[in-house]
T-cell receptor
Framework: GAVVSQHPSWVICKSGTSVKIECRSL??????MFWYRQFPKQSLMLMAT?????????EQGVEKDKFLINHASLTLSTLTVTSAHPEDSSFYIC????????????FGEGSWLTVV | GQNIDQPTEMTATEGAIVQINCTYQ??????LFWYQQHAGEAPTFLSY????GLEEKGRFSSFLSRSKGYSYLLLKELQMKDSASYLC?????????FGTGTRLQVFP
């Protein structure tokens, strides 16, 4: 079974609205979670690194005010796409690391966002 | 800077062997991962190398040379279901960076 659960799997929203995607680690505490975005036929692009209890670290070119990340507990991180536009339509996926070395990395199932 | 290079596309025949190469540059190094990803799905873990050498796991093997910043994924006895994208990812000091992925197409 999945060790990282991501919800929702599919979401359609209107342009200008906000949408929240949740990433939960099941049966383990994830001190670090990562958020990726993947456009069709492209690789996973790291958006931000989320550490429990602290502000997320965003990659260059990713707007932190547009992609709000909250990691309020050791098992939950959320990504909120604010004021979504059609160009934000993408596959968003989270991953969580387990263990001190962080060499066990689990991915969520991914969330397809379509902005119309 | 951080950079990962792998071929964009490869083709092979069912039953054959294919090697997918990956070169990387990272800030710090804490391991090299290979993932398989079918279209529209999340990546699935294939292998993890942190020490030099070859790791074999069934039909899949992965090799790492830290001094050369080089890894390869070897797929043996190819099956049609192996048609997918194969992502090379290097873990730096604090994050996992992916290559562009190699789309492998297996033909009968």
């Amino acid at each position: 079974g999945a060790v990282v659960s991501q919800h929702p799997s599919w979401v359609i929203c209107k342009s200008g609205t906000s949408v929240k995607i949740e990433c939960r680690s099941l049966d383990f505490q994830a001190t670090t979670m990562f958020w990726y975005r993947q456009f069709p036929k492209q690789s996973l692009m790291l958006m931000a690194t989320s550490n429990e209890g602290s502000k997320a670290t965003y990659e260059q070119g990713v707007e932190k005010d547009k992609f709000l990340i909250n990691h309020a507990s050791l098992t939950l991180s959320t990504l909120t796409v604010t004021s979504a536009h059609p160009e934000d339509s993408s596959f968003y996926i989270c991953s969580a690391t387990q263990g001190a070395a962080g060499n066990t990395i689990y991915f969520g199932e991914g969330s397809w966002l379509t902005v119309v | 800077g951080q950079n990962i290079d792998q071929p964009t596309e490869m083709t092979a025949t069912e039953g054959a062997i294919v090697q997918i190469n990956c070169t990387y540059q990272t800030s710090g190094f804490n391991g090299l991962f290979w993932y398989q990803q079918h279209a529209g799905e999340a990546p699935t873990f294939l292998s993890y190398n942190v020490l030099d050498g070859l790791e074999e796991k069934g039909r899949f093997s992965s090799f790492l040379s830290r001094s050369k910043g080089y890894s390869y994924l070897l797929l043996k006895e190819l099956q049609m279901k192996d048609s997918a994208s194969y992502l090379c990812a290097a873990k730096g000091t604090d994050k996992l960076i992916f290559g562009t992925g190699t789309r492998l197409q297996v033909f009968p």
